[in-house]
C-alpha cells in the first residue's frame, strides 16, 4: 500500500503544557493521499511523551537522548515514510489549512517556509516571547518549515553547530536553508501555511538578559555571508536600532575623550529610537529595557565577533 503523502515531525522536550494543543490543531488537517504525524521526545523530564502517546493523531513517538531539536529532527525524519516533510515545533497550533497549503507549495518548490504569528488569543505584552515570521525569512525557522525529503537526505538534515553549552542550541534551521539554497533548491515563502506561536510571559530581565544570545550571530555570518546581504543592516550591522546604539555610544565616548560636545550629536538618532519607546504603552519602563537590551546586545556582538574573526554590531 502507498504511504502517505506527508510526515509532520515534532521534536519536543518538556513541552506537556503545549505539545495538547498542537496535536489538536492537526487533528482537522486533510491532505490527499493521508498524513504522518512523528512526535520525538527529545530528554523530557515531564509528560511530553505521554501526552503525545494518548493523542490519537499521533502515528509514532521516537525517544532521543536530549542532544537538541536538530538530532531529533533527524531522528524524526529516518523514520517518516512520505515523500515530503513539514517540521512543525510543539509550541505551535497549525490553522486548519496549514498542512494542505504547505503540501501543495512543495508543488513548485523543494523548502517552503510558512507563515508564523502569535497566538491571538493570547495577550502579548512588551517583554513576551513568541515568533513571528512574515516573509521569505533567510533564518529558515523550522517552527513552521516543509522540504522535499529527497532533498533532506541529500543536504544530511540538519547539523548541530551552535549553541551554548548546556543551553539551546540555534542556527541549525538557518545553515540547513542556505545549505538548501546553495545547492540549487529552490525556497518559497507561503503565506497560508499559518501556525500560531505561544506566547510565554517574560519580564524585562528576561529580555534584556536574552539579548546576550546575539553573540551567536557574528558566527552566523561568518559560516553564512549571505545573510549580509539580505538580512542584516547595511552589511555589518544586525538591525538599523542596533546601528543608532552603536553611533550614539560611539559619539558619547568620542565627545568625553576629545572634550568636544558636538561630537555627541550622533546619538541624536537613538536618541530619537528611545523617544518612541517613551510613546508606546507603558513607555519609561519600556525604554529603560529596551536600551538595557541594546547595551548588551552590543557586548554580545563584540564578543561574538570577536570570538568568530568577522564582524558584526
Excluded at 299 to 309: N, T
Amino acid at each position: 500500500m502507498a504511504g502517505p503523502a506527508i510526515s509532520v515531525i515534532i521534536p519536543a522536550r518538556d513541552a506537556q503544557a503545549t505539545l495538547p494543543d498542537t496535536l489538536e490543531g492537526l487533528a482537522g488537517q486533510e491532505v490527499d493521499g493521508g498524513v504522518e504525524v512523528i512526535v520525538v521526545d527529545d530528554g523530557s523530564t515531564d509528560e511530553t511523551a505521554a501526552v503525545a502517546e494518548r493523542s490519537p493523531v499521533v502515528d509514532q513517538v521516537l525517544r532521543a537522548g536530549g542532544d537538541g531539536p536538530a538530532r531529533s529532527r533527524n531522528l524524526g525524519a529516518a523514520a517518516a515514510s512520505a515523500p515530503l516533510l513539514a517540521f512543525l515545533d510543539a509550541d505551535c497550533r497549525p490553522a486548519s489549512s496549514w498542512l494542505a497549503a504547505g503540501a501543495a507549495a512543495l508543488a513548485a518548490a523543494d523548502l517552503v517556509i510558512g507563515q508564523t504569528r502569535p497566538r491571538p488569543d493570547r495577550p502579548l505584552g512588551p517583554f513576551d516571547r513568541t515568533l513571528w515570521v512574515t516573509w521569505r525569512s533567510p533564518l529558515f525557522e523550522s517552527a513552521n518549515l516543509f522540504v522535499r525529503r529527497d532533498l533532506f537526505h541529500a543536504l544530511g538534515g540538519f547539523e548541530s553547530w551552535l549553541g551554548p553549552r548546556g543551553g539551546k542550541e540555534l542556527g541549525e534551521d538557518v545553515w540547513f536553508g542556505w545549505r538548501a539554497i546553495r545547492s540549487g533548491a529552490r525556497a518559497e515563502y507561503c503565506p497560508t501555511a499559518l501556525v500560531h506561536h505561544e506566547v510565554f510571559p517574560r519580564g524585562p530581565l528576561g529580555f534584556v538578559s536574552e539579548r546576550w544570545r546575539l553573540r551567536f550571530f557574528p558566527p552566523m555570518a561568518r559560516r553564512m555571508p549571505e545573510l549580509r546581504d539580505v538580512l542584516f543592516y547595511r552589511r555589518y550591522f544586525l538591525t538599523a536600532r542596533q546601528a543608532r546604539f552603536d553611533l550614539a555610544l560611539a559619539g558619547l565616548v568620542s565627545a568625553r575623550l576629545a572634550r568636544s560636545p558636538a561630537l555627541a550629536a550622533a546619538a541624536l538618532p537613538y536618541a530619537w529610537t528611545v523617544s518612541r519607546d517613551l510613546r508606546e504603552p507603558g513607555g519609561p519602563s519600556r525604554a529603560v529595557a529596551r536600551t538595557l537590551a541594546d547595551a548588551v546586545g552590543f557586548g554580545a556582538l563584540v564578543v561574538g565577533s570577536s570570538r568568530s574573526g568577522t564582524l558584526l554590531l
